[in-house]
Antibody, heavy 115, light 113 residues
Framework: EVQHVETGGGLVQPGGSLRLSCAVSGVSISDYWMNWVRQAPGKGPEWVANIKQDGSEKYYVDSVRGRFTISRDNAMNSVDLQMDSLRAEDTAIYYC????????WGKGTRVTVSS | DVVMTQSPRSLSVTLGQPASISCRSSRSLVHSDGNTYLNWFHQRPGQSPRRLIYKVSNRDSGVPDRFSGSGSGTDFTLKISRVEAEDIGVYYCSQATYWPPLTFGGGTKVEIK
């Protein structure tokens, strides 16, 4: 069974940083694009970023470009999201999801940006 | 960006009756490789989204056959042939033909009448 476990969320002040991690089991992520998707309270999902199998290409939604950085470690079967200069509007549950077709999601990790 | 528009926003259905959700995209989702990358997700209260359907009409493993997806170009439909209690929640369509960004519809909330 494919499982994703996201960690690293928490409460942070505006302007602060967090690093999220996603540990994947049951499948080798080296075969897939990997994504981060977030969901603000009471809202629908919003794609945040993705990274190609070998890490050579990375894409971001406009609202986080320049502040967030996605990375991956295929040997550890994990994907990270470094989030800097956090804003209140970044408050959400953050999920990692496998493949461009978002085949499998984890349970998510909650990020709250508030003073 | 491709805008995905779902209707209705909410749906109240009697158990055992059918339900239908529409999803429209702001441009055709036919990719240059011939595929149409339109997916459907279901999110139960308090849970993470789960993919039900990929590439318009392909059910994911373990998804009951009462769920079916259809459509082409810009118009797509998710149908539930006979709604069961476990089907409550919010349904989202999403496209992966023109990205970045991957985009989602606004969601359709299904409840039992």
């Amino acid at each position: 069974e494919v499982q994703h476990v996201e960690t690293g969320g928490g409460l942070v002040q505006p302007g602060g940083s967090l690093r999220l991690s996603c540990a994947v089991s049951g499948v080798s992520i080296s075969d897939y694009w990997m994504n981060w998707v977030r969901q603000a309270p009471g809202k629908g999902p919003e794609w945040v970023a993705n990274i190609k199998q070998d890490g050579s290409e990375k894409y971001y939604v406009d609202s986080v470009r320049g502040r967030f950085t996605i990375s991956r470690d295929n040997a550890m079967n994990s994907v990270d999201l470094q989030m800097d200069s956090l804003r209140a509007e970044d408050t959400a549950i953050y999920y990692c999801a496998t493949s461009l077709l978002l085949a499998v999601w984890g349970k998510g990790t909650r990020v709250t940006v508030s003073s | 960006d491709v805008v995905m528009t779902q209707s209705p926003r909410s749906l109240s259905v009697t158990l055992g009756q059918p339900a239908s959700i529409s999803c429209r995209s702001s441009r055709s989702l036919v990719h240059s490789d011939g595929n149409t990358y339109l997916n459907w997700f279901h999110q139960r209260p308090g849970q993470s989204p789960r993919r039900l359907i990929y590439k318009v009409s392909n059910r994911d493993s373990g998804v009951p056959d009462r769920f079916s997806g259809s459509g082409s170009g810009t118009d797509f439909t998710l149908k539930i042939s006979r709604v069961e209690a476990e089907d409550i929640g919010v349904y989202y369509c999403s496209q992966a033909t023109y990205w970045p960004p991957l985009t989602f519809g606004g969601g359709t909330k299904v409840e039992i009448k």
